[in-house]
């Protein structure tokens, strides 16, 4: 199967699936309540050495309204961050609200993670969908044009 973000966005089902599951993230993290200094600084990548990893839905929410003025690659920064702040509050991933750099949120970061990709493997496999989950610039790439697409490295694939 070709990885490729719709460029409708994502459908009813996914879209009921992802915002089901943000809202229930969204509830544990206000509940532990780690420290986020707001710095900014997990969404500029390549400054931080971090790379966001998100599956195919999710990718099509958060690229749902297109981007923000660029270029972007995905690979310095998020193309959402705009003047130090998210922009994508509602459609960000799962990666985005898990992660945290308090260290003491650090197990119940893992888990919380591993928890929605289990999660997420069963809704691919409940509606027939393959399993992507790659770096957000693969995503980026498929949002510009076929022949740019090709030369678009992709890092690696977890499964
Ligand atoms: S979607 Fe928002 S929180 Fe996630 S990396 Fe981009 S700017 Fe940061």
Redesign the pocket.
Known sequence: MENRVSRTGTDSWWREKLISLYESIDEQISEAGPRCEAS?K??R?KEFDHT?FLTEPEAEL?LEPGLPPGPHDGTI??????GG?????E???V???T?FCDPSFEEKMVTMTEDSIGRLKAWHRESGRAWTYRP?AYFLGDQRAPQERSSLPVLHELT
């Open positions: 900014g997990c969404c990548f966001l958060l920064g998020c193309p959402y961050q705009v702040l998210c922009t994508a509050r459609r960000r991933p990666a985005c609200r992660f957000l």
